[in-house]
């Protein structure tokens, strides 16, 4: 793959014309010069333009299939984008010139959001975990830089700011990737600091005596029992111009490792769980998507970072502890380790930050693998505000969410007999709901806030247009696109 793909101009570029299927024709509006040759491609043996199959025209063009004109939407676009990457790969031209937004109806996406979504799709479709090679990974190829550039000005933009945000997510996914003998809280304290050095957040760590000290029961106890302490990393984005009236909190369970503790994950449950800190790493990802982009909003994103491990001092079923809210909490799973740690989280946001809107991301259950697989996310929203505003970033990035209720009853059943509430139901009922429920005990009622639980999205186990087998960085462009919508 490339090595980067960045916005520039490059000589001879090879130009990039989309075509839909069934129709086989050129878009208006290109250079009567390489007509002949362009539609001499169309009739290309075999070709079909489906969505993202290429095809040379004469030596400086080439068709993209962009599948049937009823069937584009942005999302098609963006997988698009990854096949066209995968496919230049092999061609290895220099610089490529798009010339697809003239073939894009403006009811699917306008230049600039075909820009977008081809940088997006481009740059993710880039990215494969190729950082921890030894001496018996194949020799590497040449990896040159592609440049892409495109003649429309607002197509150019939309191309830039889908590289940037693809940067970003492809940043989180590497994080992601680390496994959990090098990434643990205090590898991940480092890299946030790193992150904030380079982009100019700033960034602060309430480290484990702190934590202690200040009462976060929750994210103590689930980190105690690991060599490597838990920590609570904080990072603001607050440029000096920002929308009034407008401050927001993000955070995400950032679990580099989660054994289950003593309620140990059975069979093969625990592979897989580096993945558990991928919320977290989703917040991380958005502090630099947000920050390289310039967003007029202030936004604080938590990371409370613990690795959940089994030794003579971790925590136990039947252990009583108390909150950084005071809430007291009766542990009956250790597994449920993700909601303890958010739960001191959300309630140090509420309480230090005091967010107009607060927006929790977590691998938090199972139970929404099994009730949403990975076609989405479920959410839980307590503002029609925020919601509005959730539901029209998730229309832009095409990460889908899918709402479950949260009532009074969901409350009650976490209610505990010997303390305030525990962390995990005698019956699995629901218990991605149950996780939800038992965060809401955290938020204070007033501020706006939402729980997106990222358990089946957050990582894939096959490899996918965008996404190759392992993170998929999913939240990023979310979160960023929120907080743009916030920034209106
Ligand atoms: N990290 C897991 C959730 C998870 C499971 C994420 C599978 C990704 C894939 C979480 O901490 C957990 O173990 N949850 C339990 C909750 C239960 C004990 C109430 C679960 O999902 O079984
Ligand atoms: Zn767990
Ligand atoms: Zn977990």
């Not at 050095?197 to 690991?226: D, P």
């Not at 917040?283 to 690795?307: D, E, N, S, Y």
Request: hydrophobic share 40%.
């Amino acid at each position: 793959m490339f090595k980067s793909i960045r916005i520039g101009a490059g000589r001879s570029p090879l130009t990039v014309v989309g075509v839909f299927a069934e129709e086989l024709k050129l878009p208006r509006g290109l250079g009567k010069k390489d007509q002949a040759t362009l539609k001499a491609a169309l009739k290309t043996p075999g070709f079909k333009a489906e969505p993202g199959e290429v095809v040379p025209a004469g030596e400086n063009h080439v068709l993209l299939g962009l599948g049937k004109k009823d069937d584009l939407k942005t999302e098609t676009l963006r997988n698009i984008g990854a096949k066209l990457v995968k496919q230049l790969d092999r061609m290895a031209p220099k610089a490529v010139r798009l010339e697809v937004h003239r073939s894009v109806p403006r009811s699917v996406a306008g230049p600039e959001m075909v820009g977008q979504c081809l940088g997006e799709g481009m740059a993710l479709g880039n990215w494969k975990v190729d950082f921890f090679g030894g001496s018996a990974a194949k020799p590497d190829d040449a990896n040159p830089p592609l440049s892409v550039t495109c003649d429309d000005a607002g197509c150019k933009k939309g191309l830039k700011r889908g590289l940037t945000l693809a940067e970003s997510v492809n940043y989180a996914r590497r994080i992601a990737a680390t496994p959990p003998n090098i990434c643990n809280p205090t590898w991940m304290a480092g890299e946030a600091r790193k992150l904030a050095r380079s982009s100019g957040l700033r960034c602060k760590v309430i480290n484990f005596k702190q934590a202690q000290e200040m009462g976060m029961g929750g994210l103590v106890n689930v980190g105690k029992g690991s060599d490597h302490k838990p920590c609570l990393i904080v990072l603001e984005h607050k440029p000096a111009r920002v929308k009034k009236g407008v401050k927001l909190a993000l955070v995400g369970k950032t679990l580099t490792y989660d054994s289950g503790g003593y309620s140990l994950k059975i069979n093969n449950g625990m592979k897989g769980m580096k993945y558990d800190k991928n919320g977290g790493i989703a917040v991380l990802g958005t502090m630099r998507a947000i920050a390289a982009l310039k967003l007029p909003v202030h936004v604080v994103g938590l990371l409370p970072a613990a690795a959940n491990m089994v030794s003579g001092d971790s925590y136990r079923p039947d252990d009583i502890i108390k909150m950084y809210n005071g809430v007291s909490v009766e542990v009956t799973n250790t597994d449920a380790e993700g909601r303890l740690v958010l739960a001191d989280a959300l309630a140090y946001a509420c309480k230090q930050v005091k967010p107009t809107a607060l927006i929790d991301t977590a691998t938090l259950t199972g139970g929404v693998v099994v009730a949403l697989g990975s076609w989405c996310a479920g959410y839980w929203c307590t503002d029609d505000g925020l919601k509005k505003r959730l539901l029209a970033a998730s229309g832009t990035s095409d990460e889908r969410l899918w709402e479950l209720p949260l009532w009074s009853e969901h409350k009650e059943f976490m209610r505990s007999k010997h303390a305030d509430i525990w962390n995990s139901g005698p019956k699995r009922d629901g218990h991605p709901i149950q996780g939800a429920a038992f965060l809401s005990y955290f938020v204070d009622e007033k501020i706006p806030w939402a729980h997106v639980d990222i358990a089946g999205v957050s990582d894939v186990d096959g490899d996918k247009d965008l996404y190759v087998v392992g993170p998929t960085g999913y939240g990023v462009r979310l979160m960023t696109e929120l907080a743009a919508e916030y920034a209106k």
